[in-house]
């Protein structure tokens, strides 16, 4: 374990929150340097906390991606919502993420989309919830390289204005802009004490469910509208072979025939190129040779069944 020259080492979890799409999930990937959870253009695409390790001076800094807070619908929705405050209440450190141009549209009437009214208004809502749970976060405006700096200055005032930070960050994840300041700033804050994953460690979420995962990503990059949302992913077998090869066994649940249809397509050829787009990244994960096979099935009630959202660590009201 490292220390620095007092023989201090900092250990801590910091909770990464924002609405949907706000850019969570690659803030974490960049921070860790290696995909360590799932990141779409859509938005609800994580659905549990996921945990990615990060060493930055002698510090080990355990970040938890959740999912994006939103108005809940769905008792899928409430659960994954639910996650998200968990992971902050739970945490040593939170950043509030913000999609900075979106934001910005709405907030300074530049034609912003009916997305960035969505945004706007769980932004706001986690500010309030910040409030009411009594939660202090540090705020970061993310994807600056979208945006123009006299803009971005504005928004940063109005931030500002709620004193609901301790500090702002202007950050790109996808780009990279920012990170050394944000990396440092969470390694001096996390609080003392010994590293709680081994050094080489970047990631605890279990193979079989970071596997059903990456599936779950090249599903929503391929269907659209609700079908990623009618849609989870399974691991049900893994073997190893003696050749150094992995034989993994998924199960896609829909919940309706005609949504089991799409996800097969024609001839099956819509089945058959998330399997070759998954098992692609599986092969470079894993770092052996993957043999991957789908199945499409339909299952009503995958997000009302405890059992299948323990899995993932969810919890039904
Ligand atoms: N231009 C730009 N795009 C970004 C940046 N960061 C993230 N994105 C994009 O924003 C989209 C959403 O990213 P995610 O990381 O999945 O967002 P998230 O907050 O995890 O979303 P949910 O899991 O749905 O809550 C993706 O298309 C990303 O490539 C950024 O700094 N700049
Ligand atoms: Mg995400």
């Not at 906390?49 to 990060?54: A, E, I, S, T, Y």
């Not at 990279?176 to 994953?197: I, N, Q």
């Not at 929503?220 to 073997?239: I, Q």
């Not at 099956?268 to 894993?286: E, F, M, N, W, Y």
Request: proline letters at 3%; aromatic letters at 6%; hydrophobic letters at 40%.
């Amino acid at each position: 374990m490292n220390k620095d020259s007092q023989g201090t080492s900092r250990c801590g979890f910091t909770a990464i929150i924002g609405a949907p799409n706000a850019g969570k999930s690659t803030l974490v990937n960049a921070l860790v340097g290696a995909k360590v959870t799932i990141v779409t253009h859509k938005v609800q695409t994580t659905r549990f906390n996921v945990r990615g390790v990060l060493i930055e001076e002698t510090s080990q800094i355990v970040l938890v991606d959740t999912p994006g807070i939103f108005t809940p619908k769905r008792a899928l929705d409430r659960a994954m919502v639910q996650a998200a405050w968990n992971g902050a209440a739970e945490a040593d450190k939170i950043i509030h993420l913000v999609d900075a141009p979106a934001y910005a549209r709405v907030l300074l009437e530049q034609n912003a989309k009916p997305q960035d009214q969505l945004a706007f208004k769980d932004v706001d809502r986690i500010i309030t919830g910040l409030k009411t749970h009594k939660l202090k976060a540090g705020l970061a405006l993310n994807k600056i390289d979208m945006l123009a700096k006299e803009d971005l200055l504005k928004l940063a005032e109005h931030f500002s204005n709620t004193g609901s930070y301790t500090e702002t960050f202007m950050i790109s994840a996808s780009k990279g802009h920012g990170l050394k300041a944000l990396r440092h700033t969470l390694a001096t804050t996390m609080p003392e004490g010994p590293w709680h994953f081994p050094a080489d460690q970047i990631a605890d979420l279990p193979a079989r469910l970071l596997a059903a995962e990456i599936t779950r990503e090249k599903l929503m990059l391929r269907v659209h509208e609700e079908l990623p949302y009618a849609a989870s992913v399974e691991t049900e077998s893994w073997e190893e072979h003696r050749n150094g090869a992995v034989r993994i066994g998924q199960v896609i649940y829909v919940q309706r025939d005609s949504q089991r249809k799409i996800v097969l397509g024609k001839n099956g050829q819509v089945i058959k190129a998330i399997g070759a787009t998954s098992r692609q990244d599986l092969s470079k994960l894993l770092d052996r040779k993957v043999h991957l096979f789908l199945h499409v099935k339909v299952r009503e009630n995958w997000s009302r069944d405890r059992q299948h959202l323990a899995l993932f660590g969810l919890e039904l009201e």
